[in-house]
Each structure stands twice: as structure tokens, then as C-alpha cells.
């Protein structure tokens, strides 16, 4: 089973709606979530992390965290063409200070408009 | 803030050279900094951990003296890839972690992309 995984899409979604994209784990002890953006030629930015259970919320993004299904996810509310990247999900699986991070081979999201 | 830049943005040389590039933190202090690899279609994949003042560790199967890391202070982390190959050609991307914040927050560089012919 790999580390992280996510489902590599493409998803697509037309302008407007929500998207949704899923990221599992497979190591119960990791303590820290993170969601990147990728353009295509560019570097990883930042979107949100998650710590604890339950939901999060910045914007049109919320992260949602289920320790016991080993599940972090990403809604995008109103999705923009700008909007259109690949998803990376990244999990700390040592927590402490470390910092290492474990990267899932992304999900690429397509908003048409 | 935590603004993170690389040097050069594209770097294309001849098999067998050597090239280095360089990760700064401009805003911020971090002690630690990361390199990644990613190559078309895949994900980013650690190649080492640098720490100031102390040797790099290393991920499996990443040959430590052909990737050359030297961490020499807390804004300056270096790469060099040592007698490159055309297997070599790569994104490289660097991460940098602040002093202070967020214990697990990652910071990206903008990255470089290395043709190696």
C-alpha cells in the first residue's frame, strides 16, 4: 500500500460547481495535512493544512480530517478556470519536528467554463 | 512573507559537468531546508533534508556523493548535481521550513529545470 494516495483523475468539474478531491494515508500515527497546488511547470504552492478532525475552513477551500478513516479531502467551492491544477496531498507521518513530508502522485482538476 | 527563490530558474549542460543550485529563504530564517525531485507526470520525491551547520540526510537510494548539499547558513542551502547524466534531467525544487511558526510548514522554491544532453 503506498503511503499516500490519491486518485489521479482527470477530475473535472464545470465553472461554478464544487470539487472534491480525496487523499488516504496509510500511516495511523501521521499528525499533519497538507493540500498544494501545482501548475503545470511550476512549483508546489500552499493552499491549507489540517491538523485535527473535522473541517477547515479559508475561503472557497475547506479541508476535512478523519483520523480513523485515515481520509483527508479538499472542497473547492465555486470553481474557477483558475482553479484548474494538479491537487498535491502531503502528510507528515513522523510529526515532531522533523517535518518530512510524503507527497501523493496529485490529483489534476480541470474547470470548465 | 516566506518567500523561498532558486538559482537558476533552467540550467541546460553537457553530460559529465557539474551544476549547482542554490535555495534561499528571503524573508525568513529556516532550519531546514529539503530537495525534492520530480520528474514529467510524477510526484515530488525527497532527496535529502538539510539542516544548518550539520550533514544532510539523505533518502534511500539517493547517492549522496553525486548530490552534493551544503547547508551553510539559515537563509543559503546548495545542490550540486556532480558529473550529470541525461538520467539526471530532472525538476529540482527546494523547500524551506521556518525558524519560527508553523512546526510542519513547508515553504517551495520556485524550481529549476535541469537538461542535462
Known amino acids: 500500500q503506498k503511503e499516500v494516495e490519491q486518485n489521479s483523475g482527470p477530475l473535472s468539474v464545470p465553472e461554478g460547481a464544487i470539487a472534491s478531491l480525496n487523499c488516504t494515508y496509510s500511516?495511523?500515527?501521521?499528525?499533519?495535512f497538507f493540500w498544494y497546488r501545482q501548475y503545470s511547470g511550476k512549483s508546489p504552492e500552499l493552499i491549507m493544512f489540517i491538523y485535527s478532525n473535522g473541517d477547515k475552513e479559508d475561503g472557497r477551500f475547506t479541508a476535512q480530517l478523519n483520523k480513523a478513516s485515515q481520509y483527508v479531502s479538499l472542497l473547492i467551492r465555486d470553481s474557477q478556470p483558475s482553479d484548474s491544477a494538479t491537487y498535491l496531498c502531503a502528510v507528515n507521518k513522523g510529526g515532531g519536528s522533523q517535518g518530512n513530508l510524503i507527497f501523493g502522485k496529485g490529483t489534476k482538476l480541470s474547470v470548465k467554463p | 512573507g516566506a518567500v523561498v527563490s532558486q538559482h537558476p530558474s533552467r540550467v541546460i549542460c553537457k553530460s559529465g559537468t557539474s551544476v549547482k543550485i542554490e535555495c534561499r529563504s528571503l524573508d525568513f530564517q529556516a532550519t531546514t531546508m529539503f530537495w525534492y525531485r520530480q520528474f514529467p507526470k510524477q510526484s515530488l520525491m525527497l532527496m535529502a533534508t538539510?539542516?544548518?551547520?550539520?550533514?544532510?540526510?539523505?533518502e534511500q537510494g539517493v547517492e549522496k556523493d553525486k548530490f552534493l548539499i551544503n547547508h551553510a547558513s539559515l537563509t543559503l542551502s546548495t545542490l550540486t548535481v556532480t558529473s550529470a547524466h541525461p538520467e539526471d534531467s530532472s525538476f529540482y525544487i527546494c523547500?524551506?521550513?521556518?525558524?519560527?511558526?508553523?512546526?510542519?510548514?513547508?515553504?517551495f522554491g520556485p524550481g529549476t529545470r535541469l537538461t542535462v544532453l
Open positions: 538539510s539542516n544548518e551547520g550539520s550533514k544532510a540526510t539523505y
Open positions: 523547500s524551506a521550513r521556518p525558524w519560527t511558526g508553523s512546526r510542519d510548514e513547508q515553504f
Open positions: 500511516d495511523r500515527g501521521s499528525q499533519s
